[in-house]
């Protein structure tokens, strides 16, 4: 019995060691492989690159420049600002994020073409022919369809709209609307009932972004809420109600005289004490000590106190959802305290450098609901209410725009209302621009 034990465990060790034999082998085997098709694949990118003409796609993000953008395909800051200032001819001058860009590199990993669909309304190229940059803006075929969505609220707001098929970024623009009086994030909403006339674009019969919210209607706790939008004379967008009152929150363009921004809005900016990437929800405004800080909006005063990082702060509440927060602050005005109204423009303390901070500014935040948004982009109202000059238009839209949201579609759900053609995408603009030093080295970073 005992011989036989050992036999079988000789046996089974002998194959044991077999099978790790072979495991090891082929292990050995495919790291050989990969490491072979590693090097093939970054051979052959390099060939590609080197000696063909390639297309390279981005997506533009949050805080890029142009400059930026093409400095990740060449060094050449010549190259750059010839490409840049061609853009800006033909009326590129902001990019947007989720615009697509295409850049086009030859043999000699020179740039021979940049294309760029901005804001999903153009198409902007220059390209190189014979060292001349030529720059072309081509419009979308781009069609606009007027939308009525109507409904009642079971849940929330943001689910019905869901529910009829519509973004939550239009949901956020009907939201920011009544912002002043609703906050669609704390408050009660069910039984509430909705009508909105909106456009919605399309190019090739692709649906590519929502346009303008022309009018809105909201009922909640049995009060309606109404938005009638009206352009001025710069084609800006003001919303009123029925009796032609801004329903807009009236910002002051900033909160102090300041030198300079020394911080913008960023969900990653490199922090200048900690040195760690974190997100920044304000604008750093740098003033000398003791410069006066104004609110930038009249309502409450929220909360004061003390952070250890973002120092003496204040909060302000105007209506429902908006609030501007204000930090680093060096006093506090006595005037100041809690549930105590502040009108726009009022004194409410002085620049400072507490907390956490390389020198002396003001932190200026706003926040919507539990959203932070940029103080720079924040539209400023031109006006108050409905001017006498612009009253007979701004009842005649008013008149129109409540008969599409609720006689024209008496049921629940989501209609098209009206469509017309913004551009045949036929009107091409060229401009030759720059002349290009075929002597220059493109590839220097001088």
Known sequence: MGRAFYNNFGLKL??????????????????????????????????????????????????????????KFTTSQYYIEQYDSSFKSIGLTTLFPNDSMIVTIDSNNLIVMCSILNNFDCWYHVYLIDNVLYAERRPLNLIKYQCVAKGVVN??????MYKLGIGLTLVTKIMDLFARDINFITEPQKNDSFEVLFEEKYCNGNFIGYGSILAAKYIHS????????????????????????????????????????????????????????????????????????????????????????????????????????YGHLHTIDSMIEVGSPVKRGQLIGTVGKSGITTGPHVCYRIKIGSRFIDPLTVLIPTKRNVS????????????????????????????????MQVNSGKEVTIKSTTFINTYYDYTSNS
């Open 155 to 160: 849940e929330t707001f943001a689910e019905e």
């Open 14 to 71: 002998s194959i044991f060691f077999s099978i790790v034999s072979i495991i090891l082998y082929f292990c050995s085997q495919i790291k050989q492989n990969n490491s072979q098709l590693t090097e093939s694949v970054t051979f052959i990118q390099d060939e590609f690159f080197t000696k063909t003409r390639e297309k390279i796609s981005y997506i533009v993000k949050y805080e890029d420049t142009f400059p930026d953008i093409l400095s």
């Open 222 to 325: 049995k009060k309606a809420y109404y938005a009638i939008s009206m352009k001025d004379k710069m084609s800006s967008i003001n919303y009123f109600d029925l009796e032609g009152r801004s329903i807009q929150i009236q910002f002051r363009n900033r909160p102090v005289k300041y030198k300079k921004i020394t911080s913008g809005f960023s969900y990653r900016r490199k922090h200048p004490v900690h040195g760690l990437y974190r997100s920044h929800f304000g604008v750093d405004y740098a003033a000398d000590i003791g410069t006066p800080v104004y609110a930038t909006a009249s309502g409450i005063v929220k909360v004061t106190g003390y952070d250890k990082e973002y120092g003496n702060y204040i909060y302000l509440s105007h209506g429902a959802a908006y609030q501007t927060q």
């Open 388 to 419: 006498e000059e612009d009253r007979e238009r701004f009842e005649y839209l008013k008149h129109e725009y409540l008969y599409a949201m609720g006689k024209r579609f008496t049921t629940s759900g989501c209609f098209v209302f009206d469509m």
